[in-house]
Structure formats: C-alpha cells, structure tokens
C-alpha cells in the first residue's frame, strides 16, 4: 500500500547559516554590552569649570544667584549620567579619557 500523504522533510539550516547566526548573534551581544553596561571612565575638570566661574563672579559678569544656579546645574549633570559612567577629575586620568559630552550651559 503506498501513501497519499507526503513525507515531511526535515528542513535543517546549513553550516554556513548556523555559522552566520553566531556570528550576528555574537556581534550584538558585544555591541550591546559595549554601548550600555561597560563602566566608562568620563574626566571633568571640576577645577577648570570652578576657576571659571569664580573669574566671572569677581568680574561681576555673574551674580552670586547665577553662580549658585551654575552649582546646581553641575550637579543635576552629574546625576543624569548614565549608570555606567563613572566621572573622575581630569587630574586623575592620565590618558585615554574622553573629553566628556559634560557641557554646563
């Protein structure tokens, strides 16, 4: 007696396939990692950023109000950063850091 029905066939993925989904696979996974959970190592000058705005407090071009705003600015940037960052003194890194994308306005 022979079947009406077909056999099912079994429809593996190659080599060449298996090898490219590690591959991708792979490759997201370091990409992911590397963009939102390696700590990165952010330098400030916090001196640089303070002479400044004490020059411009003894200038009078700001007022001590301003200044104080300037303080809480600084901070507030501080406390949005990511997780993953952690932020050292410009003094302590010696080379390698990235000037940060910490601009105070």
Do not use: C
């Amino acid at each position: 007696m022979t079947s009406l029905v077909p056999e099912k066939q079994s429809v593996r993925p190659g080599y060449l396939e298996m090898l490219l989904i590690a591959l991708v696979v792979a490759g997201v996974s370091l990409f992911t990692y590397d963009r939102w959970f390696v700590p990165q190592v952010v330098p400030f000058d916090l001196k640089g950023y303070l002479r400044a705005q004490q020059g411009l407090l003894a200038s009078g071009e700001i007022t001590e109000a301003q200044w104080q705003q300037g303080l809480n600015r600084l901070e507030q940037v501080f406390r949005e950063q990511p997780p993953n960052h952690t932020i050292l003194l410009k003094e302590v890194v010696l080379k390698n850091g990235r000037e940060p994308e910490l601009r105070i306005p």
